[in-house]
């Protein structure tokens, strides 16, 4: 029923910055939340940051002053700028929608599929 595609994804050396995109499609009808969360080999997938539709932002402490969200709302879109890259931001990156198909009608989550982002010298 909705689609996230995700972009921006790469390889970059530490210090970098690259910049993510996710696009919703498909039957919405209102989104309340945007944002990115993050998965490292072995570990559990942690948030990264995430957007209200009226713009409240929220990060996890490791990324503050690094990374920045938004999004466009026309487009269903969000961003994450990450900036001064680390080693450890390597992981896979997952974009994340709470959104209602209808009003009124219960929130549901959505996933992306996933963007490699791989920072090393």
């Known amino acids: 029923q909705v689609q996230l595609v995700e972009s921006g994804g790469g390889s970059v050396q530490p210090g970098g910055s690259l910049r993510l995109s996710c696009a919703a499609s498909?039957?919405?009808?209102?989104?309340?939340?945007m944002g990115w969360y993050r998965q490292a080999p072995g570990k559990q997938r942690e948030l990264v940051a995430t957007?209200?539709?009226?713009?409240?932002?929220n990060y996890a402490d490791s990324v503050k002053g690094r990374f920045s969200v938004s999004r466009e709302n026309a487009n269903n879109t969000v961003y994450l700028q990450m900036n001064l890259l680390k080693p450890e931001d390597t992981a896979v990156y997952y974009c994340?929608?709470?959104?209602?198909?209808?009003?009124?009608?219960?929130?549901?989550?959505?996933w992306g599929q996933g963007t490699q982002v791989t920072v090393s010298s």
């Open positions: 957007i209200t539709s009226v713009g409240n932002t």
């Open positions: 498909g039957r919405i009808f209102t989104i309340h939340t």
């Open positions: 994340n929608t709470r959104l209602r198909h209808s009003w009124p009608g219960a929130a549901h989550d959505y």
